[in-house]
C-alpha cells in the first residue's frame, strides 16, 4: 500500500511539470497576465477539448509561440485574438465574441430558461386551478352519502 | 388531446437536431474561414533547395492544390499514391508544403515515394501552417487562378473526395465562388 501511494505522488508530480513549458514567457508581470489569460482562453485545434495553456501537442506549441511573438510585438489582445480567428475561426475561442454568426449561442441560454419558465409557469397555473385531491375526496363522499 | 402538441413538437424538433448532428460527418473538421476569400500569402524555402523559394505568386494564373504534408503524418503516407496517380494525370499543379518536418526525413519521403509537386516548401517552424490555419496534416486547399480558396479538405484525399468535392468545382471554371 505504501508503495503503491509513493508511486502515485511520483507520478503526480511528475507528469504535468515535463509536459508543458511552464517557464516563465515574460518578466513584466502584466505582459506574463495577459499571456496566460489569453493561452487559457485559445483551444487546441488539434485537441479540441484543451486550451493551448493544457495542450502539449506541437500545434498548441506553436500558438503559443506565435502569441508570444504577437504581445511582443505590442498587439493588443482584440487583435491577437483577430489573427487566430481569421486562420482557425470563431471556434478557436472559449468564449466566442458576440457577432451576428455567435449570437445565437449567447442568446440560446437566456430563451431556453424564458421558455422553461412559460411552460413551468403555464402548468403550475393550470394545476393551482384544479380542485385538491381532498376536496375532491370530501366531494365524492357527500356524493355517494346522498 | 392538445395537451399532446406541444411535447410532441418538441420531440420531434430535438430528433431533427440530433439527426442532423450524426449526419454532419467528422465532428472535428473545422470548415475554414479562407472559403471565398484569397489565400494567405506565403514565401517558403522549397524543400529540396533551400536557396530557392516559393511562394503565393507562383501559384498565381493557375489552379491549383496546395496540400500540407508531413512525414510523421499517417495520413499523408494514405493519400500519396493518389496524389501521384493525379499529377501523372497532369491536369492540375501540385504545391506542397511540408509542414513541421526535418528536410533529411522529407527528402528520403520524396525519394521514396515519389514526388508528386511541382514544388514544396518547406514550414519547418509550422509558421505557415498557421497563417493558413492548419490544424492537422493532410489537409489540402484548392486555389483559383486569382488566389481565392475555394474548398478546403481535411485528411488524406480519395478518388471519392476527389470526384465529389473538387471535381464539381475545377468544372465550374473556379468560378463557383
Given at each position: 500500500?505504501?508503495?503503491?501511494?509513493t508511486?502515485?505522488?511520483?507520478?503526480?508530480?511528475?507528469?504535468?511539470?515535463?509536459?508543458?513549458?511552464?517557464?516563465?514567457?515574460?518578466?513584466?508581470?502584466v505582459?506574463?497576465?495577459?499571456?496566460?489569460k489569453?493561452?487559457?482562453?485559445?483551444?487546441?485545434?488539434?485537441?479540441?477539448?484543451q486550451?493551448?495553456?493544457?495542450?502539449?501537442?506541437f500545434?498548441?506549441?506553436?500558438?503559443?509561440?506565435e502569441?508570444?511573438?504577437?504581445?511582443?510585438?505590442?498587439k493588443?489582445?482584440?487583435?491577437?485574438l483577430?489573427?487566430?480567428?481569421?486562420?482557425?475561426?470563431?471556434?478557436a475561442?472559449?468564449?466566442?465574441?458576440?457577432t451576428?454568426?455567435?449570437?445565437i449561442?449567447?442568446?440560446?441560454?437566456?430563451?431556453l430558461v424564458?421558455?422553461?419558465?412559460?411552460a413551468?409557469?403555464?402548468v403550475?397555473?393550470?394545476?393551482?386551478?384544479?380542485?385538491?385531491d381532498?376536496?375532491?375526496?370530501?366531494?365524492?363522499?357527500?356524493?355517494?352519502?346522498? | 388531446?392538445s395537451?399532446?402538441?406541444?411535447?410532441?413538437?418538441?420531440?420531434?424538433?430535438?430528433?431533427?437536431?440530433?439527426?442532423?448532428?450524426?449526419?454532419?460527418?467528422?465532428?472535428?473538421?473545422?470548415?475554414?474561414?479562407?472559403?471565398?476569400?484569397?489565400?494567405?500569402?506565403?514565401?517558403?524555402?522549397?524543400?529540396?533547395?533551400?536557396?530557392?523559394?516559393i511562394?503565393?505568386?507562383?501559384?498565381?494564373?493557375?489552379l491549383?492544390?496546395?496540400?500540407?504534408?508531413?512525414?510523421?503524418?499517417?495520413?499523408?503516407r494514405?493519400?500519396?499514391?493518389?496524389?501521384?496517380?493525379?499529377?501523372?494525370?497532369?491536369?492540375?499543379?501540385?504545391?506542397?508544403?511540408?509542414?513541421r518536418?526535418?528536410?533529411?526525413e522529407?527528402?528520403?519521403?520524396?525519394?521514396?515515394?515519389?514526388?508528386?509537386?511541382?514544388a514544396?516548401?518547406?514550414?519547418?517552424?509550422?509558421?505557415?501552417?498557421?497563417?493558413?490555419?492548419?490544424?492537422?496534416?493532410?489537409?489540402?486547399f484548392?486555389?483559383?487562378a486569382?488566389?481565392?480558396?475555394?474548398?478546403?479538405?481535411?485528411?488524406?484525399l480519395?478518388?471519392?473526395?476527389?470526384?465529389?468535392?473538387?471535381?464539381?468545382?475545377?468544372?465550374?471554371?473556379?468560378?463557383a465562388q
Open positions: 500500500m505504501k508503495r503503491l501511494l508511486l502515485l505522488v511520483v507520478m503526480l508530480a511528475v507528469s504535468p511539470v515535463a509536459a508543458i513549458d511552464t517557464g516563465k514567457a515574460f518578466d513584466d508581470p505582459l506574463q497576465a495577459r499571456y496566460e489569453l493561452i487559457s482562453e485559445v483551444r487546441c485545434l488539434k485537441c479540441q477539448n486550451s493551448i495553456k493544457d495542450s502539449n501537442v500545434l498548441a506549441a506553436d500558438l503559443r509561440r502569441i508570444r511573438r504577437l504581445i511582443a510585438e505590442g493588443t489582445d482584440p487583435e491577437i483577430d489573427f487566430l480567428v481569421t486562420r482557425y475561426g470563431e471556434f475561442l472559449y468564449r466566442p465574441r458576440t451576428g454568426k455567435t449570437l449561442l449567447w442568446l440560446a441560454p437566456f430563451l424564458l421558455f422553461g419558465g412559460f413551468m409557469f403555464r403550475l397555473s393550470h394545476r393551482m386551478s384544479m380542485p385538491l381532498d376536496e375532491i375526496a370530501v366531494t365524492a363522499d357527500k356524493g355517494s352519502s346522498e | 388531446m395537451r399532446y402538441v406541444l411535447p410532441l413538437l418538441a420531440v420531434i424538433a430535438l430528433i431533427l437536431f440530433l439527426m442532423v448532428g450524426l449526419k454532419r460527418g467528422d465532428p472535428r473538421a473545422l470548415p475554414s474561414p479562407f472559403i471565398g476569400k484569397p489565400a494567405p500569402q506565403f514565401e517558403l524555402p522549397t524543400l529540396k533547395d533551400p536557396s530557392a523559394t511562394g503565393s505568386q507562383d501559384l498565381e494564373g493557375n491549383a492544390l496546395v496540400n500540407v504534408w508531413a512525414t510523421w503524418c499517417v495520413g499523408c494514405a493519400e500519396h499514391p493518389f496524389l501521384l496517380e493525379l499529377a501523372a494525370k497532369d491536369s492540375i499543379p501540385i504545391y506542397g508544403i511540408n509542414w518536418d526535418t528536410r533529411p522529407a527528402l528520403r519521403w520524396i525519394d521514396q515515394l515519389g514526388d508528386p509537386y511541382i514544396s516548401g518547406f514550414d519547418g517552424s509550422g509558421r505557415v501552417g498557421i497563417d493558413w490555419g492548419v490544424y492537422g496534416a493532410p489537409e489540402t484548392l486555389v483559383s486569382d488566389g481565392v480558396v475555394l474548398h478546403k479538405h481535411l485528411g488524406p480519395s478518388k471519392e473526395s476527389w470526384e465529389s468535392d473538387f471535381v464539381p468545382l475545377i468544372n465550374g471554371g473556379g468560378a
